[in-house]
């Protein structure tokens, strides 16, 4: 069964701190994976598309790289509205398309 | 930018359909792929199908045989409807305009979803 697993499951982190998340995926997947932001009760953003393309009106802090089956999320500089929920999203194998269990990242 | 927003009923008994609908504003609904997405509480994102302005379909094969997307061009609206509900459908359902450029497929724009509740 294909798989995406996100790490850290959650993560306290302080404005200005640069923040790291993993995901891997079970078996390569190119560069076909997304990253996503979301906060409670408000729509999922769109924040990296094709592993490391910068979606438009998405702040420089947010950088995405990697391929195969290993990639990151990074966020340079954190800023007080960064605090959400963060999610990874493949469309290499599909149907279905997968999402990863998701990163909380909260205020430490 | 396009706007998504999702509408109908807030709880479903079981064994009965749940009917959601999603109208898009700002943008064309032509020339472009809608889908659902859903989040169980507590739980993570489930891709659920999607539909082409044209009518075509893809289902999450662990829906499929409950499932059936739909599309109204006219009134800029597509639908959802799952049949034989449980509480392992009870979610917050989202709508979402897929994008489609070369392999790479993403969920560019969301509404902001609604809860379902399935529950007698």
């Known amino acids: 069964d294909f798989q995406m697993t996100q790490s850290p499951s959650s993560l306290s982190a302080s404005v200005g701190d640069r923040v790291t998340i993993t995901c891997r995926a079970s078996q390569s997947i190119s560069t076909y994976l997304n990253w996503y932001q979301h906060k409670p009760g408000k729509a999922p953003k769109l924040l990296i598309y094709a592993a490391s393309s910068l979606q438009s009106g998405v702040p420089s802090r947010f950088s995405g790289s990697g391929s195969g089956t290993d990639f990151t999320l990074t966020i340079s500089s954190l800023q007080p509205e960064d605090f959400a929920t963060y999610y990874c999203?493949?469309?290499?194998?599909?149907?279905?398309?997968?999402f990863g269990q998701g990163t909380k990242l909260e205020i430490k | 930018q396009v706007q998504l927003q999702e509408s109908g009923p807030g709880l479903v008994r079981p064994s009965e359909t749940l009917s959601l609908t999603c109208t898009v504003s700002?943008?064309?609904?032509?020339?472009?792929?809608w889908s659902w997405i859903r989040q169980p509480p507590g739980k993570g994102l489930e891709w659920i199908g999607y539909i082409y302005y044209s009518g075509n379909t893809n289902y999450n094969p662990s829906l499929r045989s409950r499932l059936t997307l739909s599309i109204d061009t006219s009134k800029k609206e597509f639908s959802l409807k799952l049949s034989s509900v449980t509480a392992a459908d009870t979610a917050v359902y989202y709508c979402?305009?897929?994008?489609?450029?070369?392999?790479?497929?993403?969920?560019?724009?969301w509404g902001q979803g609604t809860l379902v509740t399935v529950s007698s």
């Open positions: 999203q493949q469309s290499y194998i599909t149907p279905p398309y997968t």
């Open positions: 979402a305009k897929l994008t489609i450029q070369s392999r790479s497929h993403f969920f560019e724009y």
């Open positions: 700002g943008g064309s609904i032509s020339g472009s792929y």
